[in-house]
T-cell receptor
């Protein structure tokens, strides 16, 4: 079945540091890929998405590129802020799975001033 | 534009009881899904509804059920609660396949 693997956290960075959170997936065909963010006590917010190979999703300074050849969708940000501290989830929606999302385990990011 | 609304935000129930959680999707969204989030298992898919029909179901026991009404609002029910059912239950709505979901803030269920 479909699966998503993302790097375990926590990831601790200083403000203005470069962020990379790795995400790789296994799926049949060409899934849609997503990054969600969860702040404490809240639900998930869609951060960005990509629906086909080589697509780049971007939002709020975050970027991720759909790499079919490496089945990856790594999240990057050039300069993190304290307000970026949250848990980040990589997810996919397989073509044969209706609209169901399969999530990775989540990566907690802590940004220190 | 209102987001996905889940009620109640918090619930405390006793083992053996049953519970009903409610979700109002974004206006115009006909697909509603439910997920369970726990520290041990992470985010797990419960079920998806589209136009009042269950389109997909996760690997949960039959104690977990749901339904969707004609106005796209959805409810999920858990009967004979167990301690392990303590979790954050997230509802999400979507405008269509592959377009991603908008999540509600969740209902935190504690079973004692």
């Amino acid at each position: 079945g479909d699966s998503v693997t993302q790097m375990e956290g926590p990831v601790t960075l200083s403000e203005e540091a470069f962020l990379t959170i790795n995400c790789t997936y296994t799926a049949t065909g060409y899934p849609s890929l997503f990054w969600y963010v969860q702040y404490p006590g809240e639900g998930l917010q869609l951060l960005l998405k990509a629906t086909k190979a080589d697509d780049k999703g971007s939002n709020k300074g975050f970027e991720a590129t759909y790499r079919k050849e490496t089945t990856s969708f790594h999240l990057e940000k050039g300069s993190v802020q304290v307000s970026d501290s949250a848990v980040y989830f990589c997810a996919l929606s397989g073509r044969n799975a209706g609209n169901m999302l399969t999530f990775g385990g989540g990566t907690r990011l802590m940004v220190k001033p | 534009k209102a987001g996905v609304t889940q009620t109640p935000r918090y619930l405390i129930k006793t083992r053996g009881q049953q519970v009903t959680l409610s979700c109002s999707p974004i206006s115009g969204h006909r697909s509603v899904s439910w997920y369970q989030q726990t520290p041990g298992q992470g985010l797990q898919f419960l079920f998806e509804y589209f136009s009042e029909t269950q389109r997909n179901k996760g690997n949960f026991p039959g104690r977990f059920s749901g339904r969707q009404f004609s106005n796209s609002r959805s409810e999920m029910n858990v009967s004979t609660l167990e301690l392990g059912d303590s979790a954050l239950y997230l509802c999400a709505s979507s405008p269509g396949q592959g377009k991603g979901y908008t999540f509600g803030s969740g209902t935190r269920l504690t079973v004692v």
